[in-house]
Nanobody, 122 residues
Framework: QLQASGGGLVQAGGSLRLSCAAS????????MGWFRQAPGKEREFVAA????????NYADPVKGRFTISREYAKTTVALQMNSLRPEDTAIYYC?????????????????WGQGTQVTVSS
């Protein structure tokens, strides 16, 4: 299972750090990613990291503001979000990829966490 945490309410320009911890099955050999879904919109890719932690991918809207990393023997994945904007408001989901790569589409992921709400006020 994947457990996401760290969401909350923050003002525009602020920062949040999301964390995703794996329990039960170990995902240390899988790529990991973060996606988000705003009300009325489809789930979209945010960031991904490969199994070794040396390759990352980011969606264009978050490049330069968000950083994904792996911690704790690669079983925890963090998403540091800086310079947050109101358009970043969404439920954020962590997921484990079907492969060891930093996949960028939802089809590339087999296991999903429950989501954590991020709200950015203007």
């Amino acid at each position: 299972q994947l457990q996401a945490s760290g969401g909350g309410l923050v003002q525009a320009g602020g920062s949040l750090r999301l964390s995703c911890a794996a329990s039960g099955r170990i995902f240390s050999n899988n790529g990991m990613g973060w996606f988000r879904q705003a009300p009325g919109k489809e789930r979209e890719f945010v960031a991904a990291i490969n199994w070794r932690g040396d390759t990352t991918n980011y969606a264009d809207p978050v490049k330069g503001r968000f950083t994904i990393s792996r911690e704790y023997a690669k079983t925890t994945v963090a998403l540091q979000m800086n310079s947050l904007r109101p358009e970043d408001t969404a439920i954020y989901y962590c997921a484990a990829a079907r492969s060891s790569a930093a996949a960028t589409t939802t089809r590339g992921y087999a296991s999903w966490g429950q989501g954590t709400q991020v709200t950015v006020s203007s």
